[in-house]
């Protein structure tokens, strides 16, 4: 999993495999796009992936 072109620290997939739990280093403030690569290949972006990182 990405979020932008920054990989996840780490990450978590339920036992159904349809939700995945993911943690993201500290980033910038703005919009990234989240990915996921499985052995299929890496999902599409699009709008309805969209990230907001906001400052703490």
Known sequence: MHFGSVEAT???VNTTGSEITAY????????VDVTVTTP?????????????IVSQ
Do not use: E, K, N, R
């Not at 299929?40 to 907001?52: E, I, K, N």
């Open 10 to 12: 780490s990450f978590i």
């Open 24 to 31: 993201s280093p500290a980033q910038p403030v703005g919009q």
């Open 40 to 52: 299929g290949g890496t999902s599409p972006t699009s709008s309805a992936d969209v990230l907001t």
